[in-house]
Each structure stands twice: as C-alpha cells, then as structure tokens.
C-alpha cells in the first residue's frame, strides 16, 4: 500500500491478517467526524505509513500533517507530537493500553507475496512454480 507500483503481488499468503488504522483519543463527548471537522487540515497523525495515510485522509478532502515515525507510535499522542496515529492493529490491545482507540479502518491487511517487476519480467519462469506451489499449500482460491 506505500509503493502501490513498486512491486507484483503475486499470492495472498492468508497469515497476519490485522487491519491498518486510524486511532487515537478524542475529546470527551466528540465523535470522530466532530473531531475531524474541528480539526480540517490542521490534524498531526504520526504512522509508519505516509503515503497510505496521506491517501485516506485525502478520500474526507483532508491534507493532514503526516509525521513519519518508527517504534511506539502509541506514544506520539500521549507526548504531544500528534492527533492521531495510522498503524497496524491486530487485537487493539495495545492501543487500549495507551488510552487510544480504534477511530476507523483504512485497510484490511495480510502477508503477500511479492516480486520485483523487473527480476519479475527475467526471472518468471523460475518463479511462477514457486508461486503455484504456495498457492496449493496455503489453501489454492488466493
């Protein structure tokens, strides 16, 4: 979802599914569309994921300042550094932990098998076996 032309995707491999979301800790009695037309364009959201994060909150006519961050994104709210975090979320306890909350889903998310277009476009007739392989082994209708 960063680099959507950068690679192939060649095979859903079904494992780590979670989902890829907005959260954070709104106001007392605000709801997420409240909070988001209080804030417009002026929101701070800290993630490790830019471009899927800016392409989200582009979908509302929203250009949020985006913080790129690694490590405890959970943190950024808590010390000021921004609004609202995009991250990866499988069970939400963590965010529950940090006093945050799962405000909206951007994506549903899985492993994937992926090739480099171009070792994709030399090397497919090596490759293409592994991937029908994998495929019978996780499960054939990915």
């Given at each position: 979802?960063?680099?959507?032309?950068?690679?192939?995707?060649?095979?859903?491999?079904?494992?780590g599914?979670?989902?890829?979301?907005v959260?954070?800790?709104?106001?007392?009695g605000?709801?997420?569309?409240?909070?988001l037309?209080?804030?417009?364009?002026?929101?701070?959201?800290?993630?490790k994921?830019?471009?899927?994060?800016?392409?989200?909150?582009?979908?509302m006519?929203?250009?949020?300042?985006?913080?790129?961050?690694?490590?405890?994104?959970?943190?950024?709210?808590?010390?000021?550094?921004?609004?609202?975090?995009?991250?990866?979320?499988?069970?939400?306890?963590?965010?529950?932990?940090?006093?945050?909350?799962?405000?909206a889903?951007?994506a549903?998310?899985?492993?994937?098998?992926?090739?480099?277009?171009?070792?994709?476009?030399?090397?497919?007739?090596?490759?293409?076996?592994?991937?029908?392989?994998?495929?019978e082994?996780?499960?054939?209708?990915?």
């Open positions: 979802m960063e680099e959507p032309e950068g690679y192939y995707e060649l095979l859903d491999l079904g494992v599914a979670c989902r890829l979301s959260a954070g800790a709104l106001p007392a605000q709801s997420w569309q409240e909070f037309a209080s804030k417009g364009n002026l929101i701070r959201v800290a993630t994921h830019p471009q899927a994060t800016q392409r989200y909150f582009a979908t006519g929203l250009s949020p300042r985006v913080i790129g961050l690694r490590g405890a994104l959970e943190l950024a709210p808590q010390v000021g550094v921004a609004d609202l975090i995009v991250d990866l979320v499988e069970t939400g306890r963590t965010l529950k932990a940090n006093g945050l909350f799962e405000l889903e951007i549903a998310v899985t492993a994937r098998l992926i090739a480099n277009p171009v070792s994709y476009r030399f090397k497919s007739q090596a490759i293409n076996p592994l991937v029908g392989r994998m495929r082994l996780v499960g054939g209708s990915r």
